[in-house]
């Protein structure tokens, strides 16, 4: 965790951020990454000599939890433990920018609610200063399906079902998997029932990902038990489908002494979607973890069908984190050229392009462009093209290792 520094007064704390707070409006459509640097719903409560004083530690306070917030959606817990403790003048050297979203105030108390924006790039010098690797690849958003198994019955939209209540009023969480939980209404009834969400129906899910605007679907099953010693205990099978493929199974078990019996304030059901969440975020994470020290370059060639689509293109390599920089080779008609230069290995910046809708390719000599060689590849908008999916793994392109 970011420990706290020295205590002192953090009066230039609170001038530095009203002064990065008046360009939030201007930096609102930068492309960039801001959402995977931005926290929102800090809470803060701070009592002081003064409201001004309150006010002042209230922010220095919101700041340090929103950029431990950021730090551990990005990298993994036992990694960021061990970063150093950092200054409250350093951590506002990394804010790009804050809003208070709501805020009350006494004579010598401030309640707020805040969000914060951090730069990208001392977020990653901070990373790889220390040796710490990083996921920065958000994945679309993924479907979730909450069946409840009890007594040899299973049920998705009928009542009652605690499970899934407990997962469409779960808290707005931090990771880089957002995960949608359909509202339940008539359509949704019709596209899939329980059987077919337990058997993978490929087409409800299709059905049901167009209606939400999701890629994959995850069918979470919750099954309840009783103990031998008069306890519920709650199984949690679930899997995670692509294209009717099934490519993450999640398992666990919890127990307690009633359905409705807290732990930190949580029932069995809200412990388990945290659980089942907390399992989905760090197998995203594990999987795209990437060491900011070693950068990878490609040429890429972009067909366009009209200068939008050169726009989109370029937009969208902007919002990815692990691309570290694009440079504009030639603009043509039909076609332009990029050097991208992006840290990860090949199957990370593909599984990154993919989560933008694009997809990279090796260039055939069959391609439209007379300058492509064997080095190079095709970046489109959308799915590569059947016959263009190379049949070897992808190979890797050449590497410049930075100190």
Known sequence: MVLPGPRRRVTLVLSALALLATALAASAGRAQTNDLFAVRGIEVDVTAESAAAAREAALALGQRK???????RLALAEDVARLPPLSDAEITQMVQDFQVESERTSAVRYIGELTFR????????LFERNGVRFAGIVSNPVLVLP????????????????????????????????LVVPYGDLGDVAAVGAAEALAGDPESFDELAERYDTGDTIVAEAQLRNTMDGRVRLNIAARRYAAGVIQQTYTDSLVADSLTAGEGGATLFERGVKRLDEMVQEEWKRANLVSFGIERTLIATVPVGQISDWVAVRKRLADIAIVRDTEILYLMRNEGRLRVVFVGDMPQLERALAQKDLSLSPASA????????AEMWVLR????????????????PPTTIVN
């Open 381 to 396: 908008l959308g799915s590569a093209p059947v016959d263009a999916a190379p049949q070897q793994p992808s190979p890797t």
């Open 147 to 178: 069946v409840l198994t009890a007594n040899g019955d299973s049920r998705l939209w009928d009542d009652p079902n605690p499970w899934r209540n407990a997962w469409a009023e779960r808290p707005a969480v931090d990771g880089l998997v957002p």
């Open 366 to 373: 069959n391609h439209s462009s007379s300058l492509i060689s």
């Open 66 to 72: 929103a950029l431990d917030r950021v730090l551990l």
């Open 118 to 125: 951090f730069r990208a790039e001392p977020v990653r010098r």
